[in-house]
Antibody, heavy 118, light 110 residues
Framework: EVQLVESGGGLVQPGGSLRLSCAAS????????MNWVRQAPGKGLEWVAN????????YYVDSVKGRFTISRDNAKNSLYLQMNTLRAEDTAVYYC???????????WGQGTLVTVSS | QSALTQPASVSGSPGQSITISCTGT?????????VSWYQQHPGKAPKLMIY???KRPSGVSNRFSGSKSGNTASLTISGLQAEDEADYYC??????????FGGGTKLTVL
């Protein structure tokens, strides 16, 4: 059974940093692109970033470029999102999702809540 | 990277059919057959319902179907059931090698 479990969310002050993790199991993690998708409270879904199987390609939504970094450790079956210079508008539930270039997001984690507030 | 355009809400009675539209541009919806649709119930993670415009993942009811014409994709749900009440989001691959979602549509089953 495919499982994606996010962790690392919490309350952080504006300008602060946070690192999210996503532990994958039930499939060959190193064979898939992976993504982060977020959802602000009461709002819609927003794709944030993705990363190729070997980490050689990464793409980001404009609003996080230069502040967020996606990475992965295939030996640990884990996906990460390093978030720096956080803003109030980054407050959201962050989902880890399997999918890739031209492939849909077929499995999602349960999400982890990030709150940016003073 | 503007969001795709969806109606904010649609409604229908049990047994009826509804269609949700998703309008983009030639750089996303119109340029690729990589449109997908997601169902999200309150407090839950999204679930893939349609991918590659009209394909259904294993386990998804054949009451759900998808299509595309030009820059607009559509999701049709036939034989509405109470459990179909949820938020629905479209998504498309883009020419920037990124993904974009629609703003979401709240489906109410009357």
């Amino acid at each position: 059974e495919v499982q994606l479990v996010e962790s690392g969310g919490g309350l952080v002050q504006p300008g602060g940093s946070l690192r999210l993790s996503c532990a994958a199991s039930g499939f060959t993690f190193s064979s898939y692109w992976m993504n982060w998708v977020r959802q602000a409270p009461g709002k819609g879904l927003e794709w944030v970033a993705n990363i190729k199987q070997d980490g050689s390609e990464k793409y980001y939504v404009d609003s996080v470029k230069g502040r967020f970094t996606i990475s992965r450790d295939n030996a640990k079956n884990s996906l990460y999102l390093q978030m720096n210079t956080l803003r109030a508008e980054d407050t959201a539930v962050y989902y880890c999702a399997r999918g890739g270039i031209a492939r849909p997001f077929d499995y999602w984690g349960q999400g982890t809540l990030v709150t940016v507030s003073s | 990277q503007s969001a795709l355009t969806q109606p904010a809400s649609v409604s229908g009675s049990p047994g009826q059919s509804i269609t949700i539209s998703c309008t983009g541009t030639s750089s996303d919806v119109g340029g690729y057959n990589y449109v997908s649709w997601y169902q999200q119930h309150p407090g839950k993670a999204p679930k893939l319902m349609i991918y590659d415009v009209s394909k259904r993942p294993s386990g998804v009811s054949n009451r759900f179907s998808g299509s595309k014409s030009g820059n607009t994709a559509s999701l049709t749900i036939s034989g509405l059931q109470a459990e179909d009440e949820a938020d629905y989001y479209c998504s498309s691959y883009t020419s920037s090698s990124t993904w974009v979602f629609g703003g979401g549509t709240k489906l109410t089953v009357l």
